[in-house]
């Protein structure tokens, strides 16, 4: 069996993290555009779309994408279920507003809220404990690159931080923190190379075959003109896009070339 038939077994993620962005009514007028716009024909059952939206749009995202093919997730959520921490957001609390999907350790957490290894596996495990689908990033700055420590430091946030038990609700996403925001995506060579680094780790931390069905997304300024190319590569499953999912033109488009990746393995 081809490399690129082992690819297309796993499930195909198109996630937009829209960080702080999007008030309710930018919300509501994202959905509005999105569902005029969006591909007629359903979508290919392995693949996923979603929106990580704020807490406060959560309800006024629901309701407004109707019956899009849209999952709706939260971007930061504790793994203690209720308690004394001031600001944080409960899984309890995310169930009953009707999300089940949740991002955990960007590296805008990590690198402005105190997120490490050690929290960032806490929450994974008690997320997808309580039944949640767990995005969980992880990625080298530049200087970690620069000093080739590129694989090290993959190595240690799987090892550190990835939950000690394999699940199938867990999906990492590996984003270089030097690509994010900055208009530098990976090239497709960079991109390949880490996550087919990030997948023989996981055969290490798990097994083989859980590491062949575990989507590996890529994250770090995935745009419309860059993602047909990501997308080709045997370990990249998708991508968990910022800056172009905040607009419905180039999501849509992105959703698009993930029905087109999805059909040409067929
Ligand atoms: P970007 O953000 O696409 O704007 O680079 C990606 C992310 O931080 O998830």
């Not at 702080?20 to 509005?32: H, V």
Request: net charge negative.
């Amino acid at each position: 069996m081809s490399e690129r038939r082992l690819f297309r077994r796993r499930a195909l993620w198109i996630a937009g993290n829209w960080k702080m962005n999007g008030t309710r009514a930018e919300t509501q007028a994202f959905f509005d555009a999105l569902k005029s716009s969006f591909p007629k024909s359903d979508l290919p059952a392995a693949l996923h779309t979603a929106i990580f939206v704020s807490p406060l749009s959560i309800d006024r995202a629901l309701t407004v994408r109707g019956d899009l093919p849209v999952e709706i997730g939260l971007q930061n959520v504790h793994f203690e279920s209720k308690g004394a921490y001031t600001g944080e957001i409960s899984g309890p609390m995310a169930l009953e507003a009707g999300v089940k999907l949740a991002l955990v350790g960007h590296s805008e957490r990590r690198q402005y809220f105190g997120e490490t290894d050690a929290t960032a596996k806490r929450r994974t495990e008690s997320l997808l404990a309580q039944g949640f689908t767990v995005i969980h990033c992880i990625g080298e700055t530049k200087t970690e690159r620069l000093e080739n420590q590129t694989e090290n430091v993959l190595a240690r946030q799987i090892d550190d931080g990835l939950p000690t038990e394999y699940s199938d609700r867990l999906i990492v996403a590996y984003e270089p923190v030097w690509a994010i925001g900055t208009g530098l995506t990976a090239t497709p060579e960079q991109a390949e190379e880490a996550h087919a680094f990030i997948r023989a780790r996981l055969a290490t931390c798990y097994n083989r075959e859980a590491a062949e069905k575990l989507p590996i997304l890529y994250g770090g300024s995935v745009t419309p003109e860059v993602f047909p190319a990501l997308l080709a590569l045997p370990n990249v499953d998708g991508g968990l896009v910022g800056g172009a999912s905040l607009k419905p033109e180039s999501f849509r488009t992105l959703i698009e070339q993930g029905v087109e990746a999805s059909r040409s393995a067929e």
